[in-house]
């Protein structure tokens, strides 16, 4: 399930560049929280929390009990990290998106699929891991969401595919992605073929070489 973590947040009444650069010159990465019944509210959260909230998790959608102060007022509410923007060269995060969720409605997110295990075409017969899909898009509560979607390639054999609707979910998770997707499959490997290609593209210059020289020999024949 989607790790939850706690964090803390503080309603941000400033915006525009300056503020921008003054709550990042601070330590504090700027945000937004949506979703629910409530209007958006801009945030500012600590970098380094943030951080470390997003490195124990095994990808971004991390589902979060934040805490947001308002001056002298406190809430707390149920949130989906839905976006993280980082910086192209540092890679240090600029901005933050945070949805607004309830424990007793389902939402919709794309989970991470990871695969494990060594496949049988690919150690014994020299197959190729073919890996086409990426993520699963599911349907569920925000309790139920998964980290990540785990599947054992170990038993696929040359020409074996994983589709969409072969993968077993938790109890509660439904797949919304087109159950005929291919997810992983195993493949032949061409490397024989393109070897022998370029094997028969090699050797045609010595041919052509061998027949001049050949050529050569004749016409001094003539002439002497």
């Keep these: ?30 945000g937004v929280i949506y979703g629910g019944n409530n ?19 095994s990808s971004e959608h991390v589902l979060v009990d934040l805490e947001v102060v308002d001056g002298n007022a406190t809430t707390n509410k149920l949130a989906l990290i839905q976006e993280v923007q980082h910086h192209a060269l540092k890679r240090g995060i600029v901005h933050v998106d945070f949805h607004a969720v309830s424990r007793t409605e389902k939402i919709t997110s794309e989970v991470p699929i990871e695969t494990s ?38 038993n696929l054999n040359v ?21 005929d997707l291919t997810v992983v499959s195993i493949v032949e490997s061409r490397v024989g073929d393109e070897a022998g290609t370029a094997d028969t593209t090699a050797s045609e210059p010595e041919v052509i070489t061998e027949k001049k020289a050949e050529e050569g020999k004749e016409q001094a024949s003539s002439k002497s």
Excluded: W
Excluded at 14 to 29: E, F, P, Q, S
């Design 1 to 30: 399930m989607a790790q939850q973590v706690k964090l803390k947040a503080y309603k941000r009444t400033l915006t525009g560049r300056n503020a921008i650069k003054k709550i990042k010159h601070d330590g504090l990465v700027p």
């Design 39 to 57: 209007e958006s509210v801009n945030l500012q959260v600590n970098a380094r929390e943030l951080s470390n909230a997003l490195s124990r998790a």
């Design 117 to 154: 295990g060594e496949a049988i075409g690919v150690k014994t017969f020299g197959g190729l891991l073919e890996h086409t899909l990426r993520s699963l898009e599911v349907e569920c509560f925000p309790q139920d969401l998964p980290d990540l979607i785990h599947i054992d390639v170990t």
């Design 159 to 179: 020409g074996d595919s994983v589709h969409v609707r072969d993968i077993q979910l938790s109890a509660g998770v439904e797949a919304v992605t087109d159950g």
